[in-house]
Structures are given as structure tokens and as C-alpha cells.
């Protein structure tokens, strides 16, 4: 582009002339000079958006966005490992490592927070955590979270329960003296109810399908054996032995009395019949399981040697003798 200065007279105005155009030329090489493939590009944009300055003059500065160094990501370096164990092995110990110290640590177990006390015992030095469970039992099995900073992890605890240790805490009695007849009942507890036991006598083990006078019976802690009808060839040494490694076992003895039977109401003194008549001897004891035998002229009557002639009934207390047919020469007496 030139600039033209119209001059209209006088020398001063030849010289002023003068001055301005030696000006405007010295400006000239200042000028930037824009790039004609830029320029169009500028004026097609521009029939769209207003260009900015940026892109119409070259070397604008412009705002670009600050990038700032990303947070690092938190998390367990050392995470919680699975643990199997056994009830006997007393305490166990769950590590983890997280990736720098950190004060807000939890301890949870199924989800639900545990807190630091006799049975849990939490330690933290530095980045590492621990949680040690005291007094192991087969309850202690489950999911354990250690939680630092919103961060978790997490491992199983299985607890293999401990064999129980059977035993007797109420021992059968040294000595058991039963009557004849009568019931026995040989009962000793054990301090679990899945407790095995297996019953002897004399130090032979007792078969319950030979004698079936003979019941075992189990209730809870529980352990009895039944004696329905009890006789002298019961007695002796009875033991029940916890049926296991150990083998505990407690011991009695049974002792077999006669009992003391009475009766409540006797034979008459004298009883008349006519001959050839049907006649009964009546009397009663105190106890049902009371034996009475009956006699004649001394002589014990055994109604299987003469079934024709006498049977003998007894029905609750009553003891009945029936002479079917008397004969005034063999029955007088």
C-alpha cells in the first residue's frame, strides 16, 4: 500500500510534507505480513463462527489448559490371604499391607465391624495391619474385611472344629444293691450328648438281643441301662465305657437281695368241702411281684405234675391255689 501526499504550496509546506512521508515509509517494514493461505482460510471460517485473534494474527498467545499430576490410586499392596486352621491351634493371624500409613483402619467380619478386645486383637506399624483372633472356635469361621481409607480387602477364616473330649461328669455308683424281681436300673451322664458309650458286664459287652430283659436307653446326657426283671445271675461288675481314643469308662458293682415279702391277708384255718367239689385256697401279699409257692402235708404242689388235679392263679396280690376235684382221703390235711 503507498501513501500519496498532495502538496498545495509553500516551502513549509514542502518541508512538513516531507517529514511525514520519511515517517510513514520508516514504519513500513514493521508491518507484520500475513500469510495468504492463512487469510483465506480465516474468511471461509468466518462465513460460519467471528474468527478469533488468535487465529488471525500469527504468535497470539492463547490459554491452554493447566494439567495437574494425577492422585495416585489407593490401595492394599499386600492383600488378606485365605487362612484354614484348627480349633486345637488356639489363635491365628490375618496380615495385610496397605500402600501407606493410614489411621482410619477397620477390622470387620461378615460385614459387621469387630473392635479390639479379648477375643480380637488389632495392630497396626506403619502400612502394616494385623488381626489376631484369640480362643479359636468353629463360630470364628467366616469373611474378614480389613477397610483403610474407603479401600478394602478381604480373605475367608475356616475353622476345623476340635474333636470333642468325652467324659463323665456323674460316675455310676460303686455299689447297687437291688432286690430280685425288681427293676433294675444302671444310670451314669456324660458332658455331651453325642457322647458313645457301650455298656459290660464282668468285662463282657452286653447283648441286649440275648437278654431282652435288658434295654439300653439314652436321654440328652443321659446314659441308662435297664434290668426289667432282675435275678440272681445279674449280679456283678457293671461298667460303661466311653466308646472313643481315650476310652474313660466308670464302674459298679450289683448286689441281688431276696426281698421281704408279707402277706396282707392269710388262709383261713380251717375250710370244709363236700367231696368231688371244686374249692379255692385265697390269700394276699403286699407286693404284686411277690412269689408264693404252695404246699401240702410239706410237700411243694407243682401243678404241671398234676394239671387235672390243682392250679395255682395269681392276680395282682392275690394268690389263688384251685383243688378241682376233692377227695375226702387224699385232701384232708
Known sequence: MNIYIAQTGGGDDNQSGSRRSSIMDDRRPSLRRVDQ???????????????????????????HKVKRPEKEKEAFVEPLQDIKCKEEDGEITFNCTFCKPSTRIRWLKNKVEIFHGLKYHFDSSGAKQKLTIYKLHSDDSGNYFCRANDVETSAWLEVKPAKPLY??????????????????????HVND???????????????????????????????IVRIFKTTKADEG?????IDDERGIKTTGSVYVEEPQWRFETKLPATLEGDENDKIELECSVQDEDAECDWFFEGEKILPELYPDKYEIISYGKVRTLVIKKLSSTEDLG
Open 237 to 241: 461288675e457293671y461298667t460303661c465305657q
Open 167 to 188: 467324659d463323665f461328669y456323674k460316675e455310676l455308683p460303686a455299689r447297687m444293691e437291688v432286690f430280685r424281681t425288681k427293676p433294675t436300673i444302671l444310670e451314669c
Open 37 to 63: 493461505e492463512n487469510l483465506l482460510k480465516v474468511r471461509r471460517d468466518s462465513k460460519t463462527r467471528r474468527p478469533s485473534l488468535a487465529e488471525v494474527v500469527p504468535d497470539w498467545p492463547t490459554l
Open 193 to 223: 450328648p453325642n457322647a458313645p458309650v457301650k455298656w459290660y458286664k464282668n468285662g463282657v459287652l452286653i447283648d441286649t438281643e440275648k437278654d431282652k430283659r435288658m434295654k439300653y436307653h439314652q436321654d440328652v446326657i443321659r446314659r
